[in-house]
């Protein structure tokens, strides 16, 4: 099996159009929820998101291509743009690699902002019309589809969609097409744009959004907190990538998957563990080889004493001594991106040796008895990072990646 | 028993299936063993009754809202609330 490089990284969020705003917003520990921005009536209960603000979509995408692209997938390219062009690669100028080259770029929610505007004119405004492009944006394969057509990407390309566990999903199946010899290289990554009225209230409805911020492990968290953006990757195998003198980021080294086969929203100790564990097994990884874990954190009182016992239940004493952060006290939930975001931060520790803190956290929950890192970003010698994503719907994927040495 | 009590009581059984005879103002929602997802659709049935909406958190549920009687009162302050 082939060694795999990570080349190329870009990300659309809340905290930063791109990953050196990213990465800066990390470092400075400077969170990017807020009150919503740009919709005419904002739901109850909403006070803060995780919402792209200033996307200069058109100076990131031109305005030609525009009509076609829901927010989700001008999202998905613009991160895909980035992450092909720090990888420095020209894939449609090398037709052996174009069909060799594999695009698998996940959603949760698709084009929800196309179908809402469709269902605002027939069902609120009395129209008889809805865009022209309906379909073709809000189809979910949609981002995937237009970052093939932009690269000349040729070989195997698909959606995947698992709510939370998208983006690990999709990049994880990339790593294992690049790893096993399948295609010599893969964009991966998940992508979505969820701050519209509709899904909000959807959000609300369910009764999980917090009160305030997003709090993570924090024992007066009262939900999560809706985001939105894409993360996506470019995956080679290392040797292709030494020789041509491609900046390697890090090496991906592992992915582990499994269903919870139990409830559609509460999350199982036992199923997200075997998904960790399936993960350092196909990393070979022992469990003192891990340095830190990138959270699912989502900040709901399911799911965090959920993933602290997760933890406990995979590393058993060594537990307490890895350090633990949460991305998405940053971006809020970004569901079908919400692994490619974090997959950003974990690259970003093993780069910089240090660990960005969970925001908002006053109080760590006894009930989650990790070393959360709080406060200050942590220096720390971080060699090998797991990023744990467990959905809703119980499907879980974790990735595990090492410092490129 | 007042009508809003009443009515709040039918949509309990509605959505859980419990007897009528265990619920009271008094009767602790875990002992009743209302799940957290037969709650989010019993309180969403009650704002669709009533026309109001209750600010109500899966997350804090446990410090919230521990008797029905509990809901009973935080329907009847958003209906006050709502005709002051």
């Given at each position: 099996m082939r060694r795999v490089a990570i080349t190329g990284m870009g990300v659309i969020s809340a905290i930063g159009h791109d990953a050196d705003a990213f990465t800066r917003a990390l470092d400075e520990g400077r969170g990017g929820l807020a009150p919503v921005e740009g919709l005419d009536d904002v739901p109850r209960g909403i006070p803060v998101v995780g919402q792209v603000r200033g996307f200069d979509a058109a100076a990131r995408l031109g305005r030609d291509r525009l009509p076609m692209l829901d927010p989700f997938s001008q999202f998905g390219l613009a991160a895909a743009n980035e992450a092909v062009a720090m990888a420095g690669?020209?894939?449609?100028?090398?037709p052996a690699l174009s069909q060799r080259t594999a695009c698998i770029i996940g959603t949760g929610g698709a084009g929800i902002c196309t179908l809402q505007d469709g269902f605002v004119r027939l069902f609120r405004d009395g129209r008889h019309r809805v865009n022209p492009f309906s379909v073709p944006r809000a189809m979910g394969n949609a981002a995937c589809s237009h970052v093939t057509m932009v690269h000349g990407i040729t070989g195997p390309s698909f959606a995947v969609t698992s709510a939370c566990a998208t983006a690990n999903h999709a990049i994880g199946l990339g790593f294992h097409m690049v790893r096993g010899g399948t295609v010599d290289a893969a964009v991966v990554g998940g992508t979505d744009a969820l701050v519209n009225f509709g899904n909000l209230k959807a959000w609300e409805a369910l009764r999980v959004v917090a009160r305030d911020t997003c709090r993570p492990f924090d024992k007066n968290r009262t939900g999560m907190v809706v985001g939105e953006g894409a993360g996506v990757f470019v995956l080679e195998p290392w040797e292709v990538a030494q020789a041509r003198g491609a900046t390697i980021l890090a090496e991906m080294i592992g992915f582990g998957m499994s269903a919870d086969a139990g409830d559609i929203v509460n999350p199982s100790v036992e199923g997200a563990a075997r998904a960790v564990r399936a993960c350092l097994d196909d990393a070979g990884l022992g469990l003192d080889d891990v340095d830190h874990i990138n959270a699912h954190g989502t900040a709901t009182t399911a799911n965090d004493v959920a993933e602290a016992r997760v933890i406990r239940s995979v590393f058993g004493d060594r537990a307490g001594a890895i350090p633990v952060t949460s991305t998405k006290s940053y971006t809020g939930h970004a569901l079908g991106a919400a692994g490619g975001l974090e997959l950003v931060a974990a690259i970003h520790a093993v780069r910089s040796g240090t660990i960005a803190p969970t925001l908002n956290v006053t109080e760590l929950d006894p009930d989650c008895p990790l070393d959360v890192v709080v406060d200050e970003r942590r220096v720390a010698d971080v060699r090998t990072v797991v990023s744990n994503s467990f959905a809703f719907g119980g499907l879980n994927a974790v990735l595990a990646i090492r410092r490129a040495e | 028993m007042s009508t809003l009590e009443d009515k709040l009581f039918d949509i309990v059984v509605e959505k859980?299936?419990?007897?009528?005879?265990?619920?009271?103002?008094?009767?602790?929602i875990k002992d009743l063993e209302i799940s957290s997802l037969d709650f989010v659709e019993i309180v969403f049935a009650v704002e669709e009754e009533f026309d109001i909406e209750i600010p109500y958190n899966a997350n804090t549920m446990d410090s919230d809202f521990e008797t029905l009687g509990d809901i009973i009162d935080a329907v009847r302050t958003e209906i006050t609330k709502q005709q002051g």
């Open positions: 690669l020209d894939i449609r100028a090398d | 859980t299936g419990l007897e009528r005879e265990r619920l009271s103002r008094d009767a602790n």
